[in-house]
């Protein structure tokens, strides 16, 4: 281990960022482009939802289909589709003029990423010790934020006014196809994995991955916690959705306030912040207690971020640095939602694979939501009506948080040991895009 990072692993972690870059260029941007084509707001939210819906399923089996078939394998089967179906996108999807074979094309394209790399978290779970497994999954999530989050944010706003939208998206492959060819030349295969691979044969497997769903039904507290963890990061992927085209006076209830490239070195400010406070967030909710930190911090501070960003540009107008203070609050907030990786295990020790299941199901759900909420609502009460509705559910999910009683530090009497082990890392804002 080298800093908490696995020797053999590390140019696996040097992959994901890589990947991860080419695969967050167009988040930012991609709504205000399919607008500036002449699709109109509601297209661009669609194209956004059907790309959620199609990620939450893959990454809700991922997971066993690597360990079915191999995670490395898994990694490079997922890397390559994503590089032939960015091709087919920017080919035959956009440059068709029609809205069906966009959502197809970019649909299909929300297969791959999950696999590639929730195919290494496995590697990973395979390779590393059970006692230092926490670092070096912490050590995934700042490699994944880093790619997605600064990387996948702020070099599509340099390369833009270069070589304009169309131009950035295709420069995104290069990106990924260098993640690929490092899997393929420096990811060791499954290290460790006859040590440390499941005992459960494929039907066992699949029958975990099918509890994952119906677990929603047998455990009220996973019912609940997913209800949560599907609010917590809904203004992650509703923002990009909406913000380019309010920030930019291209919504009707917003102005021209800022750029498209200011608006996205915004967002990389946010995900910037979320590097340094997933950490902190973890080490404070395991001193406290997780579920005051999620429902006082998260959901309460989610909410008021949200606000923030619809309300600081009517008032102070093209003010840089306020809204910057926005993307910061609203990063430390996002991030204060970390333990969700461990509650879920925690509440289903019995089935913890199922449990993770469920807790990927609900993360991809969330991905799907962001947007069709504001697909459904732009129309009806715009921009600001799709902020308050996010609002509104991050204060649901507080309450919610009320009823979700997990065996967690800080809270169960330091008399006496936790009855439940769980070992976790914090986990990152975009988990399941």
Not at 69 to 84: D, E, H, K, N, V
Not at 97 to 119: D, T
Request: charged fraction near 10%; proline fraction near 5%.
């Amino acid at each position: 281990m080298v800093l908490g990072i696995p020797r053999k692993l590390l140019f696996g972690y040097v992959a994901i960022a890589l990947f991860m870059a080419g695969d967050g260029f167009e988040l930012t941007f991609l709504s205000k482009y399919l607008v500036d084509l002449g699709y109109t707001q509601v297209d661009a939210g669609l194209v956004f939802s059907v790309y959620g819906l199609v990620a939450a399923i893959s990454a809700w089996s991922s997971g066993v289909l690597a360990e079915m078939f191999g995670a490395r394998r898994a990694m490079l089967t997922g890397g390559i589709l994503w590089i032939g179906l960015q091709v087919l996108f920017l080919t035959v999807g956009l440059g068709s003029g029609s809205l069906p074979l966009i959502l197809v094309l970019y649909g299909a394209r929300a297969v791959a990423y999950p696999l590639f790399i929730y195919a290494f978290v496995v590697l990973i779970a395979q390779s590393v010790q059970p006692a230092k497994l926490a670092s070096a999954m912490g050590w995934y999530w700042a490699a994944y934020s880093i790619g997605i989050g600064v990387l996948g944010t702020y070099l599509p706003s340099v390369l833009i006014p270069l070589f304009g939208e169309n131009g950035t998206l295709w420069l995104a492959l290069p990106w990924v196809a260098a993640g690929v060819l490092i899997c393929v030349l420096l990811v060791p295969r499954n290290v460790g994995a006859k040590a440390r691979a499941s005992a459960l044969d494929s039907r066992a497997k699949l029958r975990e991955l099918a509890r994952g769903a119906t677990i929603l039904g047998e455990n009220r507290q996973i019912l609940l916690a997913a209800v949560v963890r599907v609010i917590c990061n809904l203004t992650l992927f509703g923002f990009p959705v909406i913000m380019p085209l309010y920030l930019t006076g291209q919504s009707g209830d917003g102005q021209d306030w800022f750029d498209v490239t200011e608006w996205m070195r915004l967002w990389g400010v946010m995900f910037a912040v979320t590097i340094f406070t997933n950490v902190i967030w973890g080490r404070i909710g395991d001193r406290f207690g997780w579920m005051r930190q999620m429902r006082w911090y998260g959901c309460l501070g989610c909410a008021a971020a949200t606000l923030a960003f619809l309300y600081v540009p009517q008032v102070l107008g093209a003010n840089m640095g306020a809204m910057v203070a926005a993307a910061v609050v609203l990063g430390i907030a996002v991030s204060a939602f970390v333990p969700m990786g461990a509650i879920f295990p925690a509440l289903a020790p019995e089935h913890r694979g199922a449990a993770v299941s469920a807790h990927n199901l609900a993360a991809g759900m969330s991905t799907f939501l962001g947007p069709a909420i504001a697909t459904v609502l732009l129309p009806s009460v715009g921009v600001a009506g799709v902020c308050w509705a996010y609002a509104g559910l991050y204060v649901v999910g507080a309450v919610v948080t009320l009823f979700i009683h997990p065996p967690q530090p800080g809270i169960v009497e330091r008399r006496r040991p936790l009855e439940v082990s769980v070992t976790a890392a914090p986990e990152p804002v975009l988990a399941s895009r």
